[in-house]
């Protein structure tokens, strides 16, 4: 059976309560503590680059550019070894990417979901 990634704003109720749940924000999401949040792991390491988040601003338009430019952060020796390691601490469980942006369709969950599909499938 295939792993299923999926990507969820954490400001969202969440009712699967199966899966394994990862933070991939750089930075705490506003209004929410660490015992609210139900998470098993906060890889900001994963997540773009300060310099690249800021430049993105959110803004659609920037989209394009910045899926490039996150891409090419991800495609790192060293964090492709991240994203290896985060697929083998989720074992067999559905991985939910969890993310603060109120853009469901631009932000970097989206992303790194795509991201992680590639490096299972590359074993």
């Not at 310099?51 to 090419?72: I, S």
């Not at 067999?92 to 109120?102: F, P, R, S, T, V």
Request: charged residues 35%; contains cysteine; hydrophobic residues 35%.
């Amino acid at each position: 059976m295939p792993l299923k990634i999926k990507i969820q704003r954490l400001y969202d109720p969440d009712d699967d309560t199966d899966s394994f749940r990862v933070l991939v924000d750089r930075v705490w999401p506003r209004g929410v503590s660490k015992e609210e949040l139900d998470f098993d792991l906060w890889c900001k390491s994963l997540a773009p680059t300060a310099e690249l988040r800021k430049w993105f601003g959110h803004k659609a338009e920037n989209w394009a550019t910045f899926c490039e430019r996150y891409r090419a952060e991800l495609r790192t020796p060293e964090q492709i070894q991240q994203m290896k390691k985060l697929l083998e601490q989720a074992g067999d469980q559905q991985i939910i990417l969890l993310y603060g942006a109120k853009d469901t369709e631009h932000n970097q969950a989206v992303v790194l979901a795509r991201e992680l599909e590639h490096v299972r499938q590359q074993g």
